[in-house]
Structure formats: C-alpha cells, structure tokens
C-alpha cells in the first residue's frame, strides 16, 4: 500500500509514543540482552527451575548479589527431590555423571547445605 510520508510518519510517531507510554511507568524500564549456547541456556533453565523464582529475579539476583537467596518450602523439596532422582537415573544407566550433571548436583547440594543450615539456626 502506498502512503504519503506524513501519514507513516505519524503511525510511527504513535508507536513511538506508545511504546514510550508503556515504559514511562515501568520500575524496570531498561533491557539487557545475552546470548548463550544451548547447554548453558539448559544449565540456566534446570537451576532456575530448582529455585522456584523467576528467570529475570534469579538473574538479578546472580548479578547483583553474586548468589540467590531462595525461600525453602515443599516446592523447593519437591524440585530438589526431582533433580536428585533424574541424576540418580543418570548415574544408574551411565555409571557416572558428565560435567554439566556434576556441576548441577554440586548446586544442589549447596542449596540442600543451606537448607540446613537455616533449619538448624531457626531451632
């Protein structure tokens, strides 16, 4: 379709605005993109699923605090439990695990240590 220059113009000024609309009242206004290969993005999916938070909260968090707090509740347990048993079916069929299932195993027993900890100090 053929449109005079003022006319898409416009349409893109309104995009503009509306996009700027949209972002103005945002408390995160600002977007960060990275690229990863696919075992990490695997190995970053598996530990946020583990975590039960959010992808960007797990990230910022990473980022910012150089760990992730998590709160231990049954879908916690229930995650942790669910990574242990697919590693253990993993080790039964292989005899040992590669490097990326040892580095998700070594995660989850530090949150699994934490856990601990938690429960022995709140006694």
Known sequence: MFRSESVSKKMKDKKYMKNKIKTKNRKRDKVVCFRL????SDMLDRK???TGISKQEY???SILNHEVNIKSDYRLAES???????L????????KLNDEEQLLLMYI?????EIKN???FSN
Do not use: C, D, R
């Open 48 to 50: 946020i699923t583990i």
């Open 59 to 61: 990230i910022i968090q």
């Open 109 to 113: 027993l530090e949150i699994y240590e």
């Open 118 to 120: 938690e429960k022995a």
């Open 80 to 86: 942790i439990s669910m990574e242990i048993f697919q």
């Open 88 to 95: 253990a079916k993993v080790i039964k069929k292989f005899g």
């Open 37 to 40: 290969t696919q075992t990490e």
